[in-house]
């Protein structure tokens, strides 16, 4: 199965900060990796598919980038509201796997 | 509106059974294929399983593969889950989750239901 390894697990910053969290595939998956947010006692939201492609209602202060092995999840200006935990997931081939999970804090 | 609503968890005890379903509505269910991605307690999602739009193509984790099987029902607009030989480990929220795909191949999972928690515990 291919792993995926998230980083950092956590951080913390102020709200108008840029924050960037990056996932690495054990080996090459296309474009087929997406980021979901999830807040506390609800169900995942799928913010990007396809490495960079934003789903339809994300705010555009969300980004996604890289190719290969290598991507990362940028949030420009964060806001009160993406306090939250973020996955990337890959749908390369089955078992679709997950990384870890960063959790953005509050600083 | 695109709904996915699961219902079926519970208290169940080690090496008992569970069947969870989950209810599509507001979209043609037939045309997408479908997910059920679990979360333990304070952990990270877990993909479990996957079945094609036919229902003719299903795929496993390697930790439920063997105890799990998944199926629908296009006609009743249902995905289930059928969890055999429990263990402890498989206690989490259980959610289903429509697979979008384009183009390119790039899929992702859209929307998610509210989850159902399952808890294995004699």
């Known amino acids: 199965a291919i792993q995926m390894t998230q980083s950092p697990s956590s951080l913390s910053a102020s709200v108008g900060d840029r924050v960037t969290i990056t996932c690495r595939a054990s080996?090459?998956?296309?474009?087929?990796l997406g980021w979901y947010q999830q807040k506390p006692g609800k169900a995942p939201k799928l913010l990007i598919y396809?490495?960079?492609s934003l789903q339809t209602g994300v705010p555009s202060r969300f980004s996604g980038s890289g190719s290969g092995t290598d991507f990362t999840l940028t949030i420009n200006s964060l806001q009160p509201e993406d306090f939250a935990t973020y996955y990337c997931?890959?749908?390369?081939?089955?078992?679709?796997?997950f990384g870890q999970g960063t959790k953005v804090e509050i600083k | 509106e695109v709904q996915l609503l699961e219902s079926g968890g519970g208290l169940v005890q080690p090496g008992g059974s569970l069947r969870l379903s989950c209810a599509a509505s507001?979209?043609?269910?037939?045309?997408?294929?479908m997910s059920w991605v679990r979360q333990a307690p304070a952990k990270g999602l877990e993909w479990v399983s996957a079945?094609?739009?036919?229902?003719?193509?299903?795929y496993y984790a390697d930790s439920v593969k063997g105890r799990f099987t998944i199926s629908r029902d296009n006609s009743k607009n249902t995905l289930y889950l059928q969890m055999d030989s429990l263990r402890a480990e498989d206690t989490a929220v259980y959610y289903c989750?429509?697979?979008?795909?384009?183009?390119?191949?790039?899929?992702?999972?859209?929307?998610w239901g509210q989850g159902t928690l399952v808890t294995v515990s004699s």
């Open positions: 997931l890959q749908d390369y081939n089955y078992p679709w796997t």
């Open positions: 080996r090459g998956i296309r474009n087929d």
């Open positions: 989750a429509r697979e979008g795909i384009v183009a390119s191949g790039a899929e992702w999972f859209d929307p």
């Open positions: 079945i094609s739009i036919s229902g003719g193509s299903t």
């Open positions: 507001g979209y043609t269910f037939s045309s997408y294929a």
């Open positions: 396809g490495i960079s």
